[in-house]
């Protein structure tokens, strides 16, 4: 008799015969021996076929196993250190579910798209499972470090009446005969929750018809949002550190495998602790104009420039006091030169832009209703957050990280598109 097993489990069946349900990954024969690359979602390990130690049957069923068929397959679990899981399947019979025939992804090389329009099969691929194993435990650090610190979590609406982020990149929708929009941003909610809870964060999807076809930009991202009561800006930029800091430490201790298969330089990665830098947007300015851009005061920073401000440091670095022109109504001026806002970008290092916007809010109801008539915001429709200013104010500050650009970077890959199971892009909504 076999117990039934996962690859990840046959650790504790060492010795014993187990059966798992599995796909064939690759297959090499030596005429007497096959040797079959096993994997089924939780790790890979090794079957070892030998023509004199099994029937015909099973000999015969290996032999017609193609890429991607799905079997069961019943083995005597055999430590072995040359294999990369340290395991081994000695195997005594194989029941065949599907053989598979002509599986469009090969172990040649294809192009991108073919393999975006392929993205349902592709993800089987180990580089993609890795990718999506170390998203997974990125999501699960992020709860614990919020739980950990008495976070509550609070899910705001997706399709709501108003906007966050400006108008500009809003996805349209009819609510009914109402207009409804694809939420941007949480935060205005959010505001209102750490109101009611004191610190609370949300974990949900956001959307942005942005006409941006670049290595960073989805259309359809997830945010994890946290918003604190009585938190000024500088104790958000110590908990956005700990934050980021304790993610990438919590990927370095759980995920090693999944690194090691993505070729990731892990001891960049290690550098990611303690307290980030921090640089002044006008000190920013200097930098640049030192390296040679043209740039005045008051514009924006593309992704060049990020990264030429990135490439000073080895962990991630805030650039803070951004000219409150260029921000979100919402961010509270400093009081010693309002022309610029409590706020902080934080830049990923290597290259990999910004992966957190946050700042102070501001809490003073005067300069908010200003701030709806500089803006033209409709006072109708944002009536309830005005109020969130009317009934009890205080000091109160949050921030947004990206989760698929912090995916990006911690796996170290060229393109957002690969962070997230199915990625919506400027041109793409299949499959
Ligand atoms: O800087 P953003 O626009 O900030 C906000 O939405 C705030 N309301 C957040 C808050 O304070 N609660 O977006 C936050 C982060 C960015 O730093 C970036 O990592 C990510 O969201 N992001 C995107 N990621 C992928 N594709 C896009 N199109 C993104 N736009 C923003
Ligand atoms: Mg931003």
């Known amino acids: 008799m076999s117990t039934k097993s996962t690859i990840g489990e046959v650790k504790h069946?060492?010795?014993?015969?187990?059966t798992i349900g599995c796909w064939l990954n690759k297959k090499r024969s030596s005429g007497k021996i096959q040797f079959l690359q096993l994997r089924?979602?939780?790790?890979?390990?090794?079957?070892?076929?030998?023509?004199?130690?099994?029937?015909?049957?099973?000999?015969?069923?290996?032999?017609?196993?193609?890429?991607?068929?799905?079997?069961?397959?019943?083995?005597?679990?055999?430590?072995?250190?040359?294999?990369k899981g340290g395991f081994e399947l000695d195997v005594e019979h194989i029941e065949i579910i599907q053989i598979t025939e002509d599986y469009p992804i090969t172990p040649k090389?294809?192009?991108?798209?073919?393999?975006?329009?392929?993205?349902?099969?592709?993800?089987?691929?180990?580089?993609?499972?890795?990718?999506?194993?170390?998203r997974a435990q990125?999501?699960?650090?992020?709860?614990?470090?919020?739980?950990?610190?008495?976070?509550?979590?609070?899910?705001?609406?997706?399709?709501?009446?108003?906007?966050?982020?400006g108008t500009t990149n809003l996805f349209h929708t009819k609510y009914f005969d109402e207009d409804a929009f694809l939420t941007q941003s949480g935060q205005l909610y959010m505001e209102a929750a750490a109101m009611a809870l004191g610190k609370v964060y949300s974990f949900g999807p956001t959307f942005r018809a942005e006409k941006s076809k670049t290595r960073r930009h989805l259309i359809e991202f997830?945010?994890?949002?946290?918003?604190?009561?009585?938190?000024?800006?500088?104790?958000?930029?110590?908990?956005?550190?700990?934050?980021?800091?304790?993610?990438?430490?919590?990927?370095?201790?759980?995920?090693?495998?999944?690194?090691?298969?993505?070729?990731?330089?892990?001891?960049?990665?290690?550098?990611?602790?303690?307290?980030?830098?921090?640089?002044?947007?006008?000190?920013?300015?200097?930098?640049?104009?030192?390296?040679?851009?043209?740039?005045?005061?008051?514009?924006?920073?593309?992704?060049?420039?990020?990264?030429?401000?990135?490439?000073?440091?080895?962990?991630?670095?805030?650039?803070?006091?951004?000219?409150?022109?260029?921000k979100s109504f919402y961010m509270k001026p400093d009081p010693n030169r309002p022309e610029v806002v409590l706020c902080a970008d934080m830049i990923a290092p290597e290259g990999y832009g910004e992966i957190i916007g946050g700042s102070q809010r501001i809490d003073d109801p005067q300069l908010m209703e200003q701030r709806f008539q500089e803006h033209e915001l409709s006072k109708e429709a944002y009536q309830w957050y005005l109020d969130l200013r009317k009934y009890g104010t205080v000091p109160h500050s949050g921030f947004g990280l990206g989760l698929e650009r912090t995916v990006s970077w911690i796996c170290g890959l060229e393109h957002v598109r690969e962070t997230i199971p199915f990625p919506r892009l400027l041109y793409r909504l299949y499959p």
């Open 109 to 134: 090389e294809h192009g991108v798209d073919f393999l975006m329009d392929h993205r349902h099969l592709w993800i089987r691929s180990p580089r993609q499972r890795a990718v999506l194993v170390i």
């Open 13 to 18: 069946h060492l010795g014993e015969s187990v």
């Open 40 to 83: 089924d979602g939780s790790g890979y390990v090794q079957g070892v076929v030998v023509k004199s130690e099994v029937s015909s049957e099973v000999w015969e069923a290996a032999n017609a196993l193609t890429q991607e068929s799905s079997l069961y397959i019943t083995g005597k679990v055999k430590e072995d250190t040359r294999s």
């Open 222 to 326: 997830w945010m994890i949002e946290p918003e604190m009561a009585f938190i000024d800006h500088e104790e958000s930029l110590q908990i956005q550190e700990q934050f980021v800091a304790y993610i990438v430490q919590n990927v370095l201790t759980h995920c090693r495998a999944e690194l090691e298969v993505l070729e990731r330089d892990t001891d960049k990665l290690a550098k990611v602790a303690g307290a980030f830098p921090r640089i002044s947007y006008d000190k920013a300015v200097e930098l640049l104009k030192e390296k040679g851009f043209e740039f005045e005061w008051g514009e924006d920073f593309g992704a060049p420039h990020e990264t030429v401000i990135a490439e000073q440091y080895e962990t991630p670095v805030f650039i803070t006091h951004y000219p409150t022109a260029l």
């Open 138 to 165: 990125i999501i699960q650090a992020v709860q614990q470090f919020f739980n950990e610190r008495g976070f509550h979590l609070v899910d705001p609406p997706i399709l709501t009446p108003s906007s966050c982020e």
